[in-house]
């Protein structure tokens, strides 16, 4: 069964950063595209960053894009968001997935169950 564990949440005013982590287990992270998703209150969960299996594509929605950098470390069975310029409306629970394709839109299918996520709140 895979897991997801995401952390790296927190509080931080407007401007400031934050490093996210999702740490997986029970899947070879080398051989899946991953990637982050937020879910604002009210607000339905979004695809925001992937990174291909292969590493050689990197997408971004347009309103993380330039702000947010998606790594990953495959020997630690790891992905990771680097956060900068952090700006109210990121506020939202972050997630992780493995996904089945590289376009931010339309949004891929996921594959494993959820996480608990990690609460990411950005006050003004």
């Known amino acids: 069964q895979v897991q997801l564990v995401e952390s790296g949440g927190g509080s931080v005013q407007a401007g400031g950063s934050l490093k996210l982590s999702c740490a997986t287990s029970g899947t070879d992270l080398s051989l899946n595209h991953m990637g982050w998703y937020r879910q604002a209150p009210g607000k339905q969960r979004e695809l925001i960053a992937v990174f291909s299996s292969g590493g050689t594509v990197t997408s971004y929605a347009d309103s993380v894009k330039g702000r947010f950098t998606m790594s990953r470390d495959n020997a630690k069975n790891t992905v990771y968001l680097q956060m900068n310029r952090l700006r109210p409306e990121d506020t939202a629970v972050y997630y992780c997935?493995?996904?089945?394709?590289?376009?931010?839109?339309?949004?891929?299918?996921?594959?494993?169950?959820w996480g608990q996520g990690t609460q990411v709140i950005v006050s003004s």
């Open positions: 997935n493995e996904v089945r394709g590289v376009n931010i839109t339309p949004p891929p299918p996921v594959k494993w169950t």
